[in-house]
C-alpha cells in the first residue's frame, strides 16, 4: 500500500447524575438540561454543503452534485455520552432535502463521512517506530479527540445501500476490495468513539481533499478538525517545541507528501539533525506519528 504514493489522509463527556430519590420529573429535566448543554452546532455546513442524496442517482464516479443554503436540514447526532453534534446538511432541490430528512440515517455517509480508509485501516500503532520502518497503517493520530482522514466528494461509493468516501481512489479501492472486512472493523471503531445508534458522532465538515491544494491550506493530520470546539477541543499531534522546529524546517511542504512525492517527508529526512533535538526519534529518524501528522 506505502506504493500508492498516498494514503489518506471526540469529546468532552456531559452527563446528568441524577442522585438520591428524585421525582420522575425532576429526571427529566435533569437530562434535559445536560443534553442543552451538550448540543453544539457546527457553523459549516457538512461536506462542503455537497448533496449526499444526489449520490443515489449518480454512476458511481460521476462528480458530485452541491447543494445550496436554499434547501438545508439539520441533524443532531449523538455520542454515548449524549453530547449532540448538531450539523446542516444542504441539498439541489426539496424533494432531495425531504428524502434525507425522512430517513437521515440511510443518506448520511458512513464514519461521519471521513475517508473510509482513514477509518477503516489507518492507527495509531507503530507511531514511536522510525518513519522509515512505520507501514502505511502505522502512526496516525485518529481517535475520537482527533478527526479525520480527509475525504474527496469525487471519490465516493455506495455499498449495501450507505454511502462512503474516500480521499484518493487507490484507497478507496483497497476498501471496496476487502468492503466486508474493513466495513466492520469501521463500524467496530466507530462505535468505540461515539456509540452504535443509527446517527452517532459529529459528521465532516473541515477535512476535505480540496485542502491538499496544491497549495495546502489546512491538513487535519496536523491540526485535527475543530468544528465543535465545546465538544472536541482543538488537538495538535505533536508538542509545541517540535512543531516549532517543525515549521521553521519544512514548513513550507508541511501536508503536500500526497500531492508532491513525499517531499515533505523528505525534508523532514534532510533537517534531522536539527529537528532530533526537540522532536521524538527512533533508530537514526523522527518517529512516524510526527511524520504521518506534519507530512500527511
Not at 475520537?144 to 474516500?166: C, E, M, N, S
Request: charged share 25%; aromatic share 10%; proline share 5%.
Amino acid at each position: 500500500l506505502a506504493a500508492v504514493a498516498a494514503m489518506s489522509l471526540g469529546v468532552v463527556a456531559v452527563v446528568a447524575v441524577v442522585a438520591g430519590r428524585q421525582t420522575r420529573r425532576s429526571m427529566m429535566l435533569a437530562t434535559m438540561e445536560s443534553t442543552v448543554e451538550a448540543s453544539v452546532e457546527s457553523s459549516d455546513p457538512a461536506l462542503l454543503g455537497v448533496d449526499v442524496v444526489a449520490y443515489r442517482y449518480l454512476d458511481e464516479g460521476a462528480d458530485p452534485v452541491f447543494g445550496t443554503s436554499d434547501y438545508t436540514h439539520t441533524v443532531e447526532s449523538r455520542d454515548k455520552t449524549e453530547a449532540v453534534f448538531s450539523t446542516t446538511f444542504w441539498f439541489s432541490s426539496e424533494a432531495n432535502r425531504d428524502l434525507f430528512a425522512s430517513d437521515p440515517a440511510k443518506y448520511a455517509p458512513r464514519y461521519g463521512g471521513f475517508c473510509s480508509y482513514g477509518i477503516t485501516s489507518e492507527y495509531a500503532s507503530g507511531a514511536d517506530k522510525s518513519m522509515d520502518d512505520a507501514d502505511a497503517t502505522e502512526g496516525w493520530p485518529w481517535d475520537r479527540d482527533h478527526l479525520g482522514p480527509p475525504a474527496d466528494l469525487r471519490v465516493w461509493t455506495i455499498q449495501d445501500d450507505k454511502l462512503y468516501f474516500a480521499f484518493l481512489p487507490a484507497v478507496m479501492d483497497v476498501f471496496k476490495a476487502s468492503y466486508d472486512d474493513l466495513a466492520d472493523k469501521g463500524e467496530r471503531r466507530w462505535a468505540e468513539w461515539f456509540g452504535d445508534s443509527d446517527l452517532a458522532g459529529p459528521f465532516n465538515v473541515q477535512c476535505m481533499a480540496e485542502s491538499y491544494g496544491p497549495p495546502v491550506v489546512r491538513t487535519c493530520t496536523y491540526v485535527a478538525q475543530d468544528s465543535y470546539p465545546t465538544l472536541i477541543p482543538k488537538k495538535r499531534a505533536v508538542d509545541d517545541g517540535c512543531n516549532t522546529d517543525l515549521v521553521g524546517a519544512c514548513g513550507d511542504l508541511q501536508g503536500n507528501d500526497p500531492v508532491q512525492d513525499n517531499a515533505c517527508s523528505t525534508c523532514l529526512d534532510e533537517h534531522y539533525d536539527r529537528l532530533k533535538v526537540a522532536c521524538p526519534t527512533a533508530d537514526g529518524a523522527l518517529q512516524a506519528h510526527v511524520d504521518k501528522a506534519f507530512c500527511w
